[in-house]
């Protein structure tokens, strides 16, 4: 399967407390932090529910 490298760019300051607790989820709690998951049907409804404060790229 294709691993993706995720990374933080925005705050989740004044964000909804279901994003931020699917942003530690992900592993991520600071700006520029980057983490690589699996892709899986369950990381890419997490990547829609928090797709404006990610960048999501390809890691091979």
């Known amino acids: 399967?294709?691993?993706l490298r995720i990374?933080?760019?925005r705050s989740t300051i004044r964000t909804r407390p279901?994003?931020?607790?699917?942003?530690?989820?992900l592993g991520l709690?600071?700006?520029n932090q980057s983490s690589v998951h699996e892709?899986?049907?369950v990381l890419q409804g997490m990547l829609r529910k928090v797709a404006?404060?990610?960048k999501?790229?390809?890691?091979?």
């Not at 279901?18 to 989820?25: F, K, Q, S």
């Not at 999501?56 to 091979?60: I, P, S, Y």
Request: hydrophobic letters at 30%; proline letters at 4%.
């Open 1 to 3: 399967m294709a691993k």
């Open 39 to 41: 892709d899986s049907p």
């Open 18 to 25: 279901e994003h931020r607790g699917t942003m530690r989820a």
């Open 56 to 60: 999501v790229e390809n890691d091979e």
């Open 7 to 9: 990374t933080q760019v």
């Open 52 to 54: 404006s404060l990610v």
């Open 29 to 31: 709690r600071k700006i």
